[in-house]
């Protein structure tokens, strides 16, 4: 099946889809993006997606390019198209193509809309089996992590530096010593007393959808949530460790900076809300209007 991207009101080939090359987020990453998971072929969270997208809209001024309706339509047309089961879709929105200038235009362009697909690929059993490596870097970016900007070379930076220590993540710390969040997931802990502690959503961090998800089942699990700040050192010394993200769903974490977690195995906590979160992808939404 041929694979379709979604460019500012058409429908094209993915291999030919392209943007003007003076489209804001092109030349100064002044776009707002989303990453969707999808699941049997329907989209997993579309509402709570939409609400972070529009704060990020409204952050950065940037209106709308369709009706909120009229988005859902179109991005369920590309999964259609697609034929996608289970995989992700990307959504960037730009302020639009205008001639070179840091302020925003005079004249408001047109913003931009982009979308694509991918399907999901295979789980990798001996990560699941044996949980994550993650690195702590000093978090270098910007004061506004709540906003989804397209914006994200600190990220890859740390990243890198996690592939290159032969890790799976980085988890990035604030000059007080606290654990923000991952290059492109949430962090989580469990303490001594058995305490789910995550950093509150504040403008440090992204607020996951999947986060929020975890801490909804965590709480209908009757598992004690704490939003709060966490060191690098309480985090070496938990009994548990993961993280969260709509790729990777919940991953358990067994080493920090070569500190193992747990005895170097995924916990019994982080196992279950894995489970219950992959049972909350696949169950159909209750509101179905």
């Not at 990777?248 to 005895?263: A, E, F, N, Q, R």
């Amino acid at each position: 099946m041929s694979r379709d991207a979604y460019v500012n009101g058409r429908y094209v080939p993915h291999g030919r889809a392209s943007v003007h090359v003076e489209d804001r987020a092109y030349q100064f990453a002044d776009g707002v993006y989303e990453v969707v998971a999808i699941q049997g072929g329907r989209i997993v969270d579309e509402e709570p997606h939409l609400d972070r997208l529009d704060h990020s809209l409204k952050e950065l001024r940037i209106a709308w390019p369709m009706t909120r309706p009229a988005l859902r339509l179109v991005m369920r047309e590309l999964v259609r198209r697609n034929g996608v089961a289970d995989g992700s879709l990307y959504l960037q929105i730009s302020r639009g193509v205008a001639p070179r200038d840091h302020a925003f235009p005079k004249s408001s362009p047109r913003p931009a809309l982009v979308m694509t697909t991918r399907q999901a690929r295979k789980p990798n059993a001996a990560l699941l089996e044996k949980g994550a490596a993650v690195i702590t870097i000093p978090d270098i970016r910007w004061e506004r992590c709540d906003i989804k900007s397209v914006s994200l070379l600190p990220n890859i930076l740390g990243k890198q530096k996690a592939v290159e220590a032969g890790a799976h993540e980085a988890w990035q710390v604030a000059a007080d010593g606290t654990v923000t969040e991952g290059t492109s997931t949430n962090a989580w802990i469990v303490n001594d007393r058995n305490e789910l502690v995550t950093r509150k959503a504040d403008r440090a961090i992204l607020s996951g959808i999947t986060r929020l998800a975890v801490m909804k089942i965590a709480g209908e699990s009757q598992i004690k949530l704490v939003e709060r700040p966490f060191t690098v050192e309480e985090a070496t010394k938990a009994r548990e460790a993961f993280l969260t993200s709509t790729t990777s769903s919940v991953l358990p974490v067994t080493s920090i900076d070569g500190h193992k977690i747990g005895g170097g195995k995924p916990g019994p906590i982080a196992l279950r809300l894995r489970e219950l979160y992959l049972g909350y992808m696949a169950a159909p939404p209750k509101d179905t209007a």
